[in-house]
T-cell receptor, first 116, second 111 residues
Framework: DTEVTQTPKHLVMGMTNKKSLKCEQH?????MYWYKQKAKKPPELMFV???????INESVPSRFSPECPNSSLLNLHLHALQPEDSALYLC???????????????FGPGTRLLVL | AQTVTQSQPEMSVQEAETVTLSCTYD???????LFWYKQPPSRQMILVIR??????QNATENRFSVNFQKAAKSFSLKISDSQLGDAAMYFC????????FGAGTTVTVRA
């Protein structure tokens, strides 16, 4: 089973709203990722959590706040977003391989976010 | 950061024919992973195939196979017997923990 689930599928929010995106995996993976993807572009890495600790923050604005409550869950809290933040937000998780390094990332279906 | 280059923005293939997507990358490491991901219009990013750099043998998954040339830093994807469901954007990616993606190649399949 290589399933990563994300909720909601679609989200429309105003610039003053607060909302959260959720991601869940039950594959025992200990690394989880948030990506932002614009249409016809590759995903851009935002955050990486490894063993529930934030290990990479790709200089993402503070209006995006990640949280990893446990090894299976990853949240992305949104506040005071801008219209240019409208995008597909992808969650992924990965397993550690024989070399001790993270291997294949498996992606969720994404949340399509529209900021008005 | 490693650079991944996909030089073909779009490719078109007749149903049941074969199409090859090119990918080159730049790295100074000797042990790494390479991936091809498929993203159909539904936008779910799906793993197509994975190659470990230390393995000489080219990876295959049913109708999908790669031609991995480590010295040339080339990693092409061949789709055989193309089907309508293969229509998607295909991304080549390097790494594991921190993926570097190519710009993507849009594949259309003609019936």
């Amino acid at each position: 089973d290589t399933e990563v689930t994300q909720t909601p599928k679609h989200l429309v929010m105003g610039m003053t709203n607060k909302k959260s995106l959720k991601c869940e995996q039950h594959m025992g993976h200990r690394a989880m990722y948030w990506y932002k993807q614009k249409a016809k572009k590759p995903p851009e890495l935002m955050f990486v959590y490894s063993y529930e600790k934030l290990s990479i923050n790709e200089s993402v604005p503070s209006r995006f706040s990640p949280e990893c409550p446990n090894s299976s869950l990853l949240n992305l809290h949104l506040h005071a977003l801008q219209p240019e933040d409208s995008a597909l937000y992808l969650c992924a998780s990965s397993q550690r391989g024989r070399s001790g390094r993270e291997e294949t990332q498996y992606f969720g279906p994404g949340t399509r976010l529209l900021v008005l | 950061a490693q650079t991944v280059t996909q030089s073909q923005p779009e490719m078109s293939v007749q149903e049941a024919e074969t199409v090859t997507l090119s990918c080159t990358y730049d790295t100074s490491e000797s042990d790494y992973y390479l991936f091809w991901y498929k993203q159909p219009p539904s936008r779910q990013m799906i793993l197509v195939i994975r190659q470990e750099a230390y393995k000489q043998q080219n990876a295959t998954e049913n109708r999908f196979s790669v031609n991995f040339q480590k010295a040339a830093k080339s990693f092409s994807l061949k789709i055989s017997d193309s089907q309508l469901g293969d229509a998607a954007m295909y991304f080549c990616a390097y790494g594991g923990y921190k993926l570097s993606f190519g710009a993507g190649t849009t594949v259309t399949v003609r019936a």
